[in-house]
């Protein structure tokens, strides 16, 4: 949570005091910590902060658990009932590492349309310490002042990371940790990358069809040839055709 907290305050968003709340979950009365989250620009957003586990997660929808926080939430000093529409819950659903995640469970809870905003940030303990380590030596050879987010940026940006962590998940536990705090956390700016234009498949196939030798024309009548729709199919999906055709 301690990276989450540090972006949280570098988009200007102040930890208001930790508050409890108990609910019955699995049949049991269980307590939660909840840190909130207030934003200086916009005093109306919240960012509520909930960690569980995942054996938890399945049992949020069927309990009490969102009524009991909703309650609470509306008890605290700097509650302010316009924040009752601008709050987002985010729960950080920590597993070991032998636990597969849950994501069914993850599409229900954040599917649901009662009370918060919620979304299900999902990490084991491998991937948050690796994500913690990487971030702290990155912090301690800063000859400047550290940024959390333009740290993740520039990581998340590593071509050659991505391809590992494409290749298989496993094999890069801190980046699997960031593209899902990034994607799980709506405020967090993304590094845009500037280009001169934005080309359509038309186009890039038209440039492939001038710049490629023979062996590409081929690879170019062969995908013509599966007679694929460029309007219905994703530019991601023809490009791996493509691709595909290519090195064969």
């Known amino acids: 949570m301690r990276i989450l907290y540090e972006i949280l305050n570098e988009l200007a968003y102040s930890a208001k005091d930790t508050f409890t709340f108990s609910c019955l979950l699995k049949e049991s009365e269980r307590q ?14 919240v960012y509520l ?33 316009e924040m009752d529409k601008n709050t987002t819950l985010l729960l950080e659903c920590v597993r070991k590492a032998s636990e597969s995640v849950d994501h069914l469970a993850k599409v ?3 599917d649901d349309p009662f009370y918060f905003k919620k979304y299900v940030f999902s990490c084991s303990t491998v991937e948050e310490n690796r994500a913690e380590e990487y971030l702290q030596n990155q912090k301690n050879k800063s000859g ?34 960031f593209s899902e705090l990034v994607t799980k956390t709506p405020i967090f700016p993304l590094q845009i990358t500037a280009v001169d234009e934005i080309k359509s498949v038309s ?17 170019l009548d062969q995908l013509l040839d599966l007679q694929l729709d460029f309007k219905e199919e994703s530019t991601e999906a023809i490009l791996d055709r493509w691709n595909t055709l290519i090195t064969n």
């Open 32 to 45: 939660f910590d909840v840190l909130p989250f207030v934003s200086a620009d916009y005093q109306s957003q």
């Open 49 to 81: 902060v909930v960690q569980i586990s995942n054996a938890d997660l399945c049992h949020i929808i069927e309990s009490d658990f969102l009524i009991s926080l909703a309650k609470e939430f509306r008890k605290q000093q700097f509650h302010r009932s």
């Open 108 to 110: 229900q809870v954040e």
């Open 144 to 177: 400047q002042p550290f940024s959390y987010i333009k740290e993740i940026q520039a990581y998340l940006s590593n071509t050659d990371t991505f391809l590992s962590y494409k290749d298989n998940h496993a094999n890069q536990p801190t980046y699997t940790y």
């Open 203 to 219: 186009d890039f196939l038209t440039e492939e069809l001038k710049k490629a030798p023979a062996p590409n024309v081929s690879a």
